[in-house]
Each structure stands twice: as structure tokens, then as C-alpha cells.
């Protein structure tokens, strides 16, 4: 044990904790004031529990920020008897109204931040703050370390100090009133403290309030010593000279955001009953902070504490952060492996002129995410890591991008505190922002509030994505890279992303679009071969010391292993398997080293397969685990059941959407949990299986399910083989039993009781208390395994049957879960696996019109499913028919209701002026519309998402057309040019000045190049782009006068008037194709018709 030297800060802390002066300082006839003994108030047990140990350990680590000057200076003006706090809080109110009085009779003002500062007001809310603490009563006082540390000695002699100039009193003033005000935020602060449970987030929230009560303490001694100085010295020098009241208010705001940004992700990691209490001491302290600052009402300074607290509404995916608790057991990188790598990556991090992105691609188990948590660790530790996201196929918010850039968003608040206000100001102004596209999810929640924030002192923050190729939308991989390049332009924070992939064409293709200026690239199969095994090598040679050690460490030494266990021959042998390949060598040791078995006995059974020959590298890595299953089971039919048991819940293991615990799993398969256990305790080599039963059971690596579900010659493997299809039809199944069984879904299933309730006042522990992980995940993707399972939706079935009995319970469920957005998207998938001209065909479309009409008031409130959205429905809607008895029954709208749904399919909302012209894409599965708000969007016809918003033009967008594959769109517009966009990622390809508004554009030479007004203009070939086959539809490019059309006020078909447009429907521009009709109208509206036989 090491001592600490006598003259270090914690030396004389252990000397001065265990003694105090417990009278207060009384006013110095001379600069110099008698010391006491202890720096720290030492506070007494509440009733609650709160020790004086405890309390001692905070103000220790506080003065632990402290210089020794500071130190000497509160102690010397510091008591600890709340009675002696009491008095002195009393005559420093005394002093404090005298200035009350000066200020007011003089009148008295001063410039602070731009704005005309009252010095009476700064006096009236020095005496509010004063009063707060005057009102703490001895029990509360006692446990509050902020009421008994503040050297209140100190501040009463500053308010009794004599003072004649005005700076000079402007400066105590402002100074005074900002460190009290702060003081009262600090123990709200602590007082939310002493609520939670142990966390890594208590302890980061922890931490910033030692640091923030380090700085207000640090302010106050200042001025104290400048008091000491004597009334000769002090006339020549204010206690704060103005701006050190400024940059003190700087800094404490800056802590007092990251403080906030803690504590609201304090609930995280919670379960349902802790997050409950925590949610209501948030509500509790919100209010407190509200009182706080509508007392401090007059500085701009303190504008960046405004930042709303709760920044936890922000959703984040769950586990794809390298330091989340699910991933806490990953592998790290060996000291001794990837040596040279690594000081590539740490070198492109330091250069300030280093390319904005370093992409590293390899192939498959080559080692990527264990050095993408190699490189995000280090980056914490330096206080460069911005942000990261690991995606990972199998988990539903890893695996898509609808959450990547929130959780980057999130992760930015936490390194770059000044960005609370912005990110949270673009979620007050637009809610629904996690469900819009990815580049206005980017501009808002990133780009803006970078730009916006100005020079920051956080250190060049860097974000770790692993992984991209397992984002399951090609064109999503494609429009994040463009959207991470364009970072590049920031001019107030350098930005830099480390990125990792298997070189997969999406990815190829995205960083060609952006070019190599933007981007460094390293391969991980261009490292030489020999480096490689040498990294294998170092990793089994380390991993074997390991299983030895805690081998020999629980057993008696005639049982132990041999020192130089298991030999270099069998080692090489190991290596040789492994390379290149660090998933083999990792999944061998996982085998090996298993708790369950003998490592001597588990090694050899390893090294028994190597012998067998004709076996592939994956077969020879997996099959040992899997064995295990049916060690020394001779009887047949016991075999085929262990083997079917494995395909059960390791097939359903491997193939669910999002993974589940075992207690959820058992719920889902209806296998007893022990069953399960079982099933698992041998496959702790391929599966990451926690101790929890509450935590997800994972894959280590993705390549295990490409094993389990491949074709094999092997007849081992084969045993073992997963048939996709036949599991995702089982688990399909097992969902809808789950939902239609006794505890599944059922109307008003959270009990609320009121129509009414908005889904934002629904407490998430109620919701999670009647639906269950099980039956949320039944409820989210069953439609997803029914998809999988190539199977086909006919009457009568167990599918149809659900949606007859079951359709608004699923859809009052999904609002409950927050997922209504997705209904849309999930009847779509539905009317694709319906077999036509049934009964449940016609259910089925008259749903997808039920989700089209309702959705927006069944996001807000869940239970209008049986109000509003049934009352409202067309008498000859099949789903108002068919759930008569679960309407509403208090009210009854009194006017005729249609007898059918309108003709109107869809109605768009987005443009914010006139719409000039719309036009299909070749598939027909988008549509653009251009309009006077100098925008182009691009729609989804079936679910009438806005997928892409093109800005860029300057002037009305007049004219469009997609390029022959629809990849491409280019628009022409009253700024005399034409622009070409691409349509994945919205970005502009070309801009062509053509000197006219009017022109005549088309694709020509298959898309390559465009005709404008008979020039041909080459497109740059930023990529290679892939052959794509399509069906060529008709061409829409200027309107017909074909079958479908407008005439006038009507819709026509075969030129007979069909329907009359009211006059907010009349187009300014449309086009039809088969049997609908885009209408594109002056009021901003794209509105979608379908033709009714």
C-alpha cells in the first residue's frame, strides 16, 4: 500500500475530516480569520439512512477539486451545527436586505450580458435564495451537504462588507445571486441523488455534481480571500470582476446541462417497479427546477439551463452502444494483437487534417466489432468518444436504421452538453421526428444543432459504427454514409467516424457516391497472412493461460493441468483452424473453457473432429458444441427428440426478430423454462446465455445461424439443420396462440377505463405490467415470421381467424406499445400473403383503409380504436360490421355516416405551398410531387410515408421525371435550372443551368443522361451502377388523354364523368396509373384516388 505524502490533498483531508469547529467565524478585526479543522462538514444519520460516512465520502471528493488555498479559505469560514448555520444564514438576510435598500435608493443598474441589470432585483433574489435555505428544517439540513458546506461565514461577511462603488456592488451582486442560485439547483440535484439505485448512470450523475459543487465553492473562496485583503486593498478590487462572473456562469451551466443529460438517463437501465418511482421523482424535480428558475429570470447566460430535462424521450436502440450492459462481456482486442492496426486508427484519429471517415471491411468473423470495441473503449477513455452504434442482425432496433441517428444523437448530448437545447428544441417542434426520413432525422437532430452550437471545448468527438453491412435496407446503408460525409462541412466541431463493414456491394457502392477524399480505407484481408496467425497465435496462447489458471485455482494439484498445457503441437493445430478466422479461435476457446465439463476432456473431444477430414472450417468450429447434446445417447428415438428440442429453441433462438430471455421464451413456445435451461447449458460456446433469466439469450456471432440454417453434405451438421421456413411457420403460430390465449389481447388490456387516455400519459409500467415481453413481441412480429415462412393467409385459418376475432385489440396494443406507425406497413405485408377473392381478402383491404383513415388518432389515444375509429368507419366497412359488439356504446354520432369508404385512397400532408406537378415511378411504387415551396418529395404509395424531401432549388418546382429504373428523379424548376437527384438517398447528383423555366427533360441512354430541351447532358457517373431488370410501365411523363384521366371538375373515365372533385380537391397537376389517380392541388395536398367498380 502506497501512502499519500504529507502535503497532498488527501493526506490533509484524513487529517481534517474527523474534527470541525462548531462555532461560527465571528467577524475578523484583521484579513486573517482562525482557521478550524476540517475542510468537509461531517453530517449526522437521517431517518431515512443516510449516514455521516456517506456524506463525508461526497464532500471529500469534492474538496479533492479543490487547490489548498481554496481548501484553507472554506474551512476557515465553514461550521457544521445547523444551529450556527441557522444564525449565520440570518445575518447574511440581514445583510442582504441593507443592499435590498442602497440598490433601491440609488437606483442602481449595470449592463450584464447584453442586458440592463436592476442591482435591487439581484439583492430581492439573493434574499429568495437565502430564505430557501433559512427554511430547511434541522432533519433535512442534516443529510444536506450543501446546506452545512457553503461557507456561510464567509458569504455574510461579503454581504456586510461596505461598499460604495457601483461596479462594485453590481459584481458582488451578480456573482452572489448566480452562486446561490446555483447552490439550490446543486441540492435539488442531490436530492434526486439519494433516490436512485446503484448505477453506472448514479455514479456518472454522482460525479458531475461533485464537480459542479467543486466550482461553486471554488467562486465563493475566490472572493472570500479578496475580503480578507482588508478595506484599503479591496477599494481597488471588486470580489468578481465581471466577466469571472460570466465565465463562472459558463461553466456551471455547461455542468449543470451534462448533470441533467445523467440524471435523465438514470431510468434506463431500471425495472419496470424502480423506473416507476424514478419517473415520479423526475416529475417532482422538473417542478422544483421550474420554481428555481422562474425566480432567476433575468440573464441570457443562464438560457443553456433551460434545456429540458428529460431527454430520455429521445428513443434509443436498445444494446447497440459499445459499453451497454448486454455487451459488457464482448471481447476486447489483446495488448499484444493488431498492434499495427490499431496505431493506424489512433493515428487517423489524432491527425486534425485526417479524412472524416476510416472504413474497415473484412469478411466474416475476421475480427471487426471486437476491434470496433477496441477502438470506442479507447476513445472513452480519452474522452474523444462522441457517440456508437453496433448493428446486429436478429435484433430489431439494431438491425434496421430507424433508431441510428437518435441514438447518435443522444450519445453526441452526453460528450457536446451544449447540444441539449437544440436536439430537444427540434423534438418539441417535431415529435414525430424518430418516424421521418433519415436525412431529416440527420439535418435536425444532428447536423443543425452541430452547426448551430459554435466553437465547443469538448475534444474532437468520434463516432464507432460497427458493422453497417447488418442494417437490413441497402438504400438506408447507402444514405447514412452520404449523410456521415457530409459532416465534413462542419466548421464548428471536426467530426470524425470510424466505420466498420464486410465489403458488401451496398457498402461498395455508397463510398464510391462519396468519393475517396472523404474517406481512408483499410482491408482487413490485405494485413499480411503471417501477422494475422501471429495475432491467432497471441490470442489461444493467451486465452489457454486463462482456462488454465482458473482450472487449477479450483482444483487439487494432482488434478491439474500441466504447466505448459495443451502443448505447442495441439496449438498449432488450433491455429491452423482458426486462420483467418478470429470467430474459430474465439468460439474454441468459449468450448474449451466451458464452466460445464473438464477443459482437458472438452479439448479433446475438440481435437477428436480434426482427424475427420472433408469437414469446412465453420463445421469443424460449431459441430463440437453441438455434439455435446447427444454424448452417449444411444437409443434413436431419444436422439431424434433431443434433435428436435434443439431445432425448437435454438431454431426459434436464431431466428427471432428481437431477442428474448428464456422466462419470455418459455412463454412464447409454451416449453416449461427448465426445458429450455437444459436445452442451453451445453451451448454456452455458440450462445451468450446470462445469468439473469430477465436478460436476452444472444448469438456471439451471426455466422452461427448461417451454419444452423446452410445446406450441408455433412450428416452431423445435418442433424442439426434448421429449415427456416418451418421455423418461422412454428413461431408464427406460437405467437397467435400466445395472443389469442386467456392472458393475450383483449380490449382496454392496460384496464384505463377511459376513452379518452392519451398514449403520453400512459405510465411504461402499466404498460409493461399487461403486456408482457412475450406478448409484445407476439404482437410486433407475427406478421414478420408469417412473412418468413412462405405460407399463404386463407379463410378460416389461424391467421384470418385472429383478425377477425382480434383486429382492434392488435391495433389498441400497438398504440399502447408505441408501434402504430408500423400497422400501416404490417397490413400492406399482409394483403401481399392473402389468397385472393376470399373473405379475408376483403377483411384484409378494408383494414388496410380502417389503418389508413385512423392512424394518426390511434398514435394519441389507444382505446379510440372503439370510439372515434369505429363510429367514423363506413356502415359498409367490414371491420366496423364485424366488431359491432366492441364499439363504444356511450355515444352515438348523430349524422349519416357514408355508406363506403371515399374515393379519396389517401390524403398527404407535407408541402407548404401549391403542387405543381406529380408523376410515378416506372414500379409504381413511389410518387413525386414537386411544388411551390421549391421541394420535391418522395412518397411510398402503399403506406404514404414521405420517404425522401429533395431541397435545392430556389424557385417552384414545375416539372419531373424518373430515370427508366427509378433510381433516379430530375426536376425542373422556375430558378432556370435542372436538377438531378438520387432517389435511395436523396442526394443531388447534377445541377444544370438551362437559362429557361420551361423545359422539356427525359431520361435518355438508359438513364445515364438526361435530355433537356434537346441537349443531352452527361449525369456523373459518381458509382457503378448495378444492372437492374424492370417492367417497363407506361410512360407519364406529360398527362393523357388516355381511359383515366380529369376533365374539368371530374374524374373521367372513358371519358365519362365518374366523380366530381369539391374544390379543395381540384388539381393543378395529375397523373393516373391503373386504377388510381394522383392529384396534386393547390392547398399543398397530394391526394390519392381510387377508381370503385
Known amino acids: 500500500m502506497s501512502l499519500a505524502t504529507p502535503g497532498s490533498k488527501r493526506s490533509r483531508l484524513r487529517q481534517l475530516l474527523p474534527f470541525r469547529s462548531s462555532t461560527p467565524p465571528s467577524k475578523p478585526s484583521s484579513p486573517a480569520a482562525s482557521p478550524a479543522a476540517s475542510p468537509a462538514p461531517a453530517t449526522q444519520s437521517n431517518a431515512s439512512g443516510t449516514s455521516t460516512a456517506t456524506q463525508q465520502d461526497f464532500q471529500t471528493r469534492v474538496f479533492l477539486h479543490l487547490s489548498l488555498q481554496d481548501q484553507d479559505t472554506i474551512q476557515q469560514h465553514s461550521v457544521t451545527k445547523t444551529t450556527d448555520v441557522d444564525a449565520l444564514v440570518q445575518q447574511a438576510l440581514a445583510a442582504a436586505r441593507e443592499k435590498q435598500t442602497t440598490c433601491q435608493a440609488k437606483r442602481w443598474t449595470w449592463k450584464f450580458h447584453g442586458h440592463t441589470v436592476t442591482l435591487q432585483e439581484e439583492a430581492d433574489n439573493i434574499i429568495k435564495w437565502l430564505d430557501r435555505f433559512k427554511q430547511v428544517g434541522d432533519v433535512a439540513s442534516n443529510v444536506d451537504p450543501v446546506h452545512v458546506g457553503l461557507p456561510w461565514a464567509g458569504i455574510r461577511l461579503l454581504l456586510e462588507a461596505a461598499i460604495s462603488a457601483q461596479s462594485q456592488m453590481a459584481a ?170 490499431l496505431r493506424g486508427i489512433y493515428d487517423w484519429a489524432d491527425d486534425i487534417d485526417g479524412k472524416c471517415i476510416f472504413w474497415l471491411r473484412g469478411s466474416a468473423g475476421t475480427g471487426k466489432s471486437t476491434i470496433s470495441r477496441t477502438v470506442a473503449e479507447a476513445f472513452a477513455n480519452k474522452g474523444r468518444l462522441g457517440a456508437s452504434f453496433f448493428f446486429k442482425r436478429g435484433e430489431h432496433d439494431r438491425e434496421n436504421a430507424s433508431l441510428f441517428f437518435p441514438t447518435i444523437a443522444a450519445g453526441l448530448v452526453r460528450h457536446i452538453p451544449e447540444l441539449a437545447t437544440p436536439i430537444h428544441q427540434a423534438i418539441d417542434e417535431d415529435p414525430g421526428i424518430v418516424r421521418e426520413t433519415l436525412r431529416e432525422q440527420f439535418e435536425k437532430l444532428i447536423y443543425q444543432p452541430l452547426a448551430g452550437i459554435g466553437p465547443t471545448s469538448s475534444a474532437r468527438p468520434i463516432l464507432v459504427i460497427d458493422a453497417l453491412d447488418e442494417c437490413d435496407r441497402e438504400g438506408d446503408i447507402r444514405t447514412i454514409l452520404s449523410l456521415l460525409a457530409s459532416l465534413r462541412r462542419l466548421s464548428s466541431v471536426h467530426i470524425q467516424v470510424f466505420l466498420t463493414s464486410r465489403p458488401d456491394l451496398p457498402i461498395n457502392l455508397g463510398f464510391a457516391q462519396i468519393g475517396t477524399e472523404t474517406h481512408r480505407d483499410v482491408a482487413l484481408h490485405d494485413i499480411p497472412p503471417s501477422t494475422i496467425r501471429h495475432d491467432i497465435s497471441v490470442y489461444l496462447e493467451s486465452e489457454f493461460q486463462r482456462i488454465r489458471d482458473e482450472h487449477n485455482s479450483l482444483w487439487p494439484r494432482d488434478q491439474a493441468l500441466a504447466p505448459h498445457w495443451p502443448g505447442r503441437q495441439t496449438l498449432e493445430s488450433l491455429i491452423q483452424l482458426s486462420d483467418p478466422l478470429f470467430i474459430v479461435a474465439a468460439t474454441i476457446s468459449r468450448f474449451i473453457g466451458g464452466s460445464r465439463g473438464d477443459p482437458h476432456d472438452r479439448l479433446a473431444t475438440f481435437l477428436v473432429q480434426l482427424n475427420t477430414g472433408q469437414m469446412t472450417q465453420m463445421e469443424q468450429t460449431y459441430l463440437p458444441a453441438l455434439r455435446q447434446i447427444l454424448v452417449d445417447v444411444e437409443e434413436p428415438k431419444e436422439k431424434d427428440k433431443l434433435c428436435h428440442d434443439f431445432r425448437e429453441i435454438v431454431g426459434s433462438i436464431i431466428l427471432l426478430a428481437n431477442p428474448l430471455s428464456t422466462i419470455s421464451l418459455s412463454q412464447l413456445l409454451q416449453i416449461p423454462r427448465r426445458k429450455i435451461d437444459h436445452q442451453l447449458r451445453l451451448l454456452h460456446s455458440v450462445l451468450s446465455v446470462p445469468s439473469n433469466p430477465d436478460m436476452p439469450v444472444t448469438l456471439f456471432h451471426l455466422s452461427f445461424r448461417e451454419f444452423l440454417v446452410k445446406e450441408s453434405n455433412s450428416d452431423q451438421a445435418r442433424l442439426f439443420a434448421i429449415d427456416e421456413s418451418c421455423a418461422h411457420t412454428k413461431l408464427s403460430d406460437k405467437c397467435l396462440a400466445l395472443l389469442q390465449s386467456p392472458n393475450g389481447l383483449r380490449k382496454d388490456i392496460c384496464q384505463l377505463q377511459h376513452p379518452g387516455v392519451l398514449r403520453e400519459d400512459i405510465d411504461e409500467t402499466t404498460v409493461t405490467e399487461h403486456i408482457p415481453p412475450s406478448l409484445r413481441y407476439a404482437c410486433r412480429y407475427w406478421v414478420y415470421h408469417l412473412q418468413h415462412s412462405e405460407q399463404k393467409i386463407r379463410d378460416d385459418d389461424v391467421a384470418a381467424n385472429f383478425l377477425r376475432k382480434h383486429f382492434l385489440h392488435w391495433l389498441e396494443s400497438l398504440s399502447l406499445l408505441g408501434s402504430i406507425s408500423e400497422s400501416v406497413n404490417l397490413v400492406v405485408t399482409l394483403q401481399s400473403l392473402v389468397e385472393e377473392n376470399g373473405q379475408i381478402s376483403a377483411f384484409i383491404q378494408d383494414a388496410r383503409r380502417f389503418v389508413l383513415t385512423f392512424n394518426l388518432i390511434l398514435a394519441q389515444a389507444p382505446l379510440q380504436v372503439y370510439a372515434s375509429a369505429w363510429h367514423f368507419s363506413p356502415l359498409a366497412s367490414i371491420v366496423r360490421n364485424d366488431f359491432q359488439d366492441q364499439a363504444l356504446q356511450c355515444v352515438r354520432v348523430i349524422r349519416e355516416i357514408p355508406e363506403r369508404w371515399s374515393a379519396c385512397l389517401l390524403t398527404y400532408e407535407g408541402h407548404s405551398s401549391t403542387v405543381n406537378s406529380v408523376v410515378f415511378s416506372p414500379d409504381g411504387s413511389r410518387v413525386a410531387s414537386g411544388a411551390g415551396d421549391n421541394t420535391v418529395r418522395l412518397w411510398d404509395v402503399q403506406t404514404g410515408a414521405c420517404e425522401q424531401t429533395l431541397e435545392g432549388h430556389s424557385n417552384w418546382v414545375n416539372s419531373m421525371v424518373f430515370s427508366p429504373d427509378g433510381s433516379r ?123 370503385t367498380v
Open 969 to 1091: 428523379i430530375a426536376s425542373s424548376s422556375y430558378d432556370n435550372t435542372v436538377r438531378v437527384w438520387d432517389v435511395t438517398t436523396g442526394a443531388e447528383l447534377l445541377c444544370y443551368n438551362s437559362h429557361t423555366y420551361d423545359n422539356h427533360i427525359e431520361f435518355v441512354d438508359n438513364g445515364s443522361n438526361i435530355l433537356a430541351n434537346g441537349q443531352v447532358i452527361n449525369i456523373p457517373q459518381q458509382l457503378p451502377r448495378p444492372t437492374v431488370t424492370t417492367t417497363q410501365s407506361p410512360n407519364f411523363n406529360l398527362p393523357s388523354g388516355g381511359a383515366f384521366g380529369v376533365t374539368g371538375d371530374w374524374i373521367t373515365w372513358s371519358s365519362q364523368r365518374v366523380l366530381w372533385l369539391p374544390p379543395e380537391y381540384r388539381p393543378t397537376s395529375w397523373q393516373g396509373q391503373s386504377d388510381i389517380i394522383v392529384i396534386g392541388s393547390g392547398n399543398g395536398r397530394v391526394t390519392f384516388v381510387r377508381r
Open 172 to 341: 458582488l451582486l451578480l456573482g452572489l445571486e448566480t452562486a446561490l442560485y446555483l447552490s439550490n439547483r446543486l441540492r435539488v440535484y442531490i436530492e434526486y441523488l439519494t433516490t436512485l439505485p446503484a448505477s453506472q448512470a448514479r455514479t456518472n450523475f454522482e460525479t458531475s455534481l461533485v464537480e459542479f459543487y467543486a466550482l461553486i465553492l471554488q467562486f465563493l473562496a475566490g472572493a472570500v480571500r479578496i475580503y480578507q485583503r482588508g478595506s484599503i486593498t479591496r477599494a481597488f478590487d471588486a470580489f468578481w470582476r465581471i466577466e469571472d462572473v460570466s465565465a463562472f456562469e459558463n461553466a456551471c451551466n455547461k455542468m449543470a446541462s451534462r448533470a441533467e443529460i445523467d440524471a435523465s438517463i438514470c431510468d434506463r437501465d431500471l425495472n419496470a417497479t424502480n423506473r416507476a418511482a424514478v419517473k415520479r421523482q423526475q416529475e417532482d424535480l422538473r417542478q422544483v427546477l421550474k420554481q428555481l428558475e422562474a425566480i432567476h429570470l433575468i440573464r441570457t447566460g443562464i438560457d443553456r439551463l433551460e434545456a429540458k430535462f428529460d431527454l430520455s424521450k429521445l428513443p434509443v436502440a436498445t444494446g447497440a452502444a459499445f459499453n451497454s450492459h448486454q455487451s459488457e462481456h464482448d471481447a476486447r482486442c489483446h495488448p499484444d494483437t493488431r498492434v499495427d492496426l
